[in-house]
């Protein structure tokens, strides 16, 4: 294991958290507590199910062996309905009725029925089917049904008869029954009466379920069309389960009743519980069939409270091995850090950090984890503030440029560059970056050492500005794009007397000629790229003589103006606007608001109005705008265009002012196609001058009926479009005329 065998020089080379490594344990242990969420929850999710799976076999054999039971009792209830009828003393009253004998087969009844609690009443009906008499009077007031009668009858004999389940009022409560007739019979198979036995199915499922389940266990009984019959008693309250007699689950639980509906026996998992089904046949007789649905459930809350423990326990040590891995990433990350910080750190800075040029060691992350003094004030640091730096920073680079460094660094081995310090003094450093690989693993770092080449870049700018303004006859002069004047030639300060006019600024010197324009000039340089005019020398000049001056723009790297390149030469001096008569051209004036416009427009004659054309001019642009520092700007290029389209403006058109940087020119008896000629002509016009940039024009023609405002909304159509298709300066909207 390596060891220190010198003591730190600095405090790079110890064991340093760095935010990446902090944000990698931190995303590491978030991840491992997610997962180990994720599986604890997968688990007892699963653990869940498979209570409810274990409740649901254990409920499924149940409710099997109930509904044998219930069929069994069933079966024994017509075998004692059997025994009923053919008693003794029922056959002596039918033979020989008497009150006596009435009164002690009633008693007789009523021992039997206080012995067997789910038998609920016996009656006796005669041959016709009407009600004689009963143990109680909760049963027998309506007459057996005309089916089980006389000749229409399909059974008889020794046969029972076992009806559907039915609901009858008992103490203020629905009971479930269903009833049993016996057929008494002459030895001519001639009816003597009916004996029926009234048994309860609340009765008989309470007498079985304790057998079977713990009274917490619910048990439902419904018939195949979904009605309840039993088990509201004892059931918990459930959502969309029935808790009232008779309710229907088919219309509360849609769901578990189509499940239901299509097989005789399975489970269903719902939201809040877990339901066994089973459909069991109480009796089987002639052309009919009793079947009824046993359905018992169990609440997920309760499988859940079953699962506590279990849960509590699967918490308990997610929550130890969560700690125990989470300690174990630590240590992992404290180790790594270990065995760099004692590999390579304590050697790079015992070797490197005596030198007297700048130099500083770069982590495999591109983070600065050293740096000597030297380095510090080359950039303009405190050496503490450079520590865990991004090496990218430091160099000013953008993406694209430190990605091809880095790849060239990896390829080559190193990469040698000249960068801006970023410090006041504006210092230019040349970096030298190498990498160095780590002999055991495969991490690397990076050397970087810093020389100031300042002077020199000093040196090879003279020397670029020098070659610029080589001797020669021509007055020649390098200035900055807020006119001061950089380097000039002897030529150029004999001509324009610099010692008679001492000023560093060129605006300054020619400030009747250039000062009141140069933010115009300015943008023609930097759209064309130069620009020409005259310009008076001084006023010792004599009146004929005047230069001819060329500014020609240099831009740096990121296209901005830099440096101009002014030259003069001879020429001979142009009239004055005044003096040709140009200024204010006298076909025409221009109109100043919208009221004067409509004024001129209504005073039109009908056919010139009809016949007319209409051209809306923008020169807002938003390529132009860039380059204009306000709005007086604007209004000066306004004045320059309106002067130039003034000047070739045809007899009998208007020009007139709208907004600020939009014109408007009404055309009378011109069509569109003219109008067109016109508009590319004017654009033309203003090309050979350099004003045509970013101008657009939309052109409409006057439609029946319409109005001044009207007619400028349709030019507007026509402008919007000019400006969307990016190429094509000047289109037409509503140039047709309507045919009726």
């Given amino acids: 294991m390596l060891t220190r065998n010198q003591p730190l020089l600095i405090a790079a080379q110890g064991i340093h958290w760095s935010h990446q490594r902090l944000l990698a344990i931190a995303a590491q242990i978030c991840l491992l507590i997610l997962s180990v969420t994720l599986l604890g929850n997968v688990i007892i999710t699963l653990g869940e199910r498979r209570l409810q799976e274990d409740w649901a076999i254990q409920r499924y054999s149940e409710l099997q062996a109930v509904g044998t039971v219930i069929a069994d009792k069933v079966a024994f209830q017509q075998f004692r309905t059997q025994m009923f009828a053919k008693s003794e003393l029922l056959k002596l009253y039918i033979d020989l009725p008497s009150s006596e004998r009435e009164e002690k087969l009633k008693q007789n009844w ?27 009077d909760d049963f027998g007031n309506e007459p057996l049904p005309s089916a089980l009668l006389g000749a229409s009858r399909n059974m008889g004999g020794s046969e029972i008869y076992t009806s559907p389940l039915e609901f009858n009022p008992i103490n203020g409560k629905l009971e479930p029954y269903m009833y049993q007739l016996a057929w008494l019979e002459n030895p001519d198979q001639s009816i003597r009466g009916y ?131 989470s300690l174990l990433i630590f240590l992992s990350h404290l180790y790594r850090l270990e065995q760099g910080s004692r590999r390579y750190c304590i050697e790079l800075s015992n070797r490197l950090f005596h030198r007297d040029f700048g130099c500083i060691i770069v982590n495999d992350n591109s983070r600065v984890i050293s740096a000597n003094e030297r380095a510090a004030t080359q950039l303009g640091l405190p050496n503490d503030e450079l520590l865990d730096r991004s090496l990218q920073r430091i160099l000013h680079l953008e993406d694209h440029e430190y990605t091809k460094i880095m790849l060239q660094v990896q390829r080559g081995g190193e990469w040698i560059g000249e960068f801006d310090s970023g410090v006041e003094s504006q210092s230019q450093l040349v970096a030298h970056i190498k990498t160095q690989q780590e002999s055991i693993k495969s991490k690397q770092y990076l050397l970087i050492t810093f020389e100031d080449v300042s002077e020199l870049n000093n040196t090879k700018n003279d020397a670029y500005i020098s070659q610029m303004l080589n001797d020669s006859a021509v007055p020649a002069a390098l200035i900055q794009a807020d006119g001061n004047l950089v380097r000039t030639n002897q030529a150029f300060d004999e001509q324009l007397q610099i010692q008679q006019n001492p000023t560093d600024n060129l605006t300054e010197l020619l400030n009747r000629d250039l000062g009141n324009k140069w933010s115009q000039i300015l943008q023609q340089i930097t759209l064309q790229g130069s620009w020409k005019g005259q310009v008076i020398c001084s006023q010792n000049h004599i009146v004929n003589d005047c230069l ?15 440096y101009i390149v002014c030259t003069f030469e001879q020429a001979v001096k142009k009239q004055s606007l005044v003096e040709r008569g140009e200024l204010v051209p006298h076909r025409t004036t221009v109109l100043v608001n919208i009221r004067d416009l409509e004024s001129y427009f209504t005073s039109l004659d009908s056919h010139s109005r009809e016949t007319s054309s209409l051209i809306l001019i923008d020169i807002t642009a938003e390529s132009m705008l860039s380059h204009m520092s306000d709005i007086g700007q604007l ?46 002509k004017s654009m033309s016009n203003l090309s050979d001058i350099g004003l045509s940039e970013g101008i657009c024009m939309g052109i409409a023609t006057y439609q029946t009926g319409l109005t001044l405002e009207q007619y400028l909304s349709h030019a507007e159509v026509a402008l919007k479009r000019a400006k969307q298709t990016g190429e094509q300066m000047i289109c037409q909207a509503f140039t047709r005329q309507n045919i009726g």
């Fill in 548 to 562: 001819q001056a060329t500014l020609k723009g240099h831009l740096d790297s990121s296209g901005e103006l830099e």
């Fill in 110 to 136: 009523n021992i039997i029925r206080d012995n067997i609690p789910e038998l609920l009443d016996l009656a006796l009906f005669d041959p016709q089917g009407n009600f004689k008499f009963a143990t109680s």
């Fill in 195 to 325: 004996l029926v036995t009234y048994t309860s199915m609340a009765q008989i499922l309470k007498s079985i379920k304790p057998a079977y389940s713990s009274s917490q266990s619910p048990l439902l009984m419904l018939d195949t069309q979904g009605l309840l019959y039993a088990g509201v008693e004892a059931a918990p309250s459930l959502q969309r389960v029935p808790d009232t007699m008779g309710g229907s689950l088919r219309q509360s639980y849609p769901a578990l009743w189509r499940k239901m509906a299509t097989s005789n026996f399975g489970q269903f998992h719902g939201d809040n519980a877990t339901f066994v089904y089973l459909k069991v046949e109480l009796t089987t007789q002639y052309e009919t069939r009793r079947e009824y649905f046993l359905v018992s459930y169990v609440l997920n809350d309760d499988i859940a409270a079953k699962f506590t423990e279990w849960r509590s326990l699967l918490i308990i040590g997610a929550s130890i091995l969560t700690i125990l891995a």
């Fill in 635 to 680: 209004e000066n290029r306004q004045k320059e265009v309106e002067l130039k389209i003034l000047r070739d403006l045809p007899t009998g058109y208007q020009m007139s002012h709208w907004q600020l940087g939009k014109l408007i020119i009404i055309l009378p008896t011109t069509d569109a196609d003219e109008a067109h000629h016109f508009a590319i």
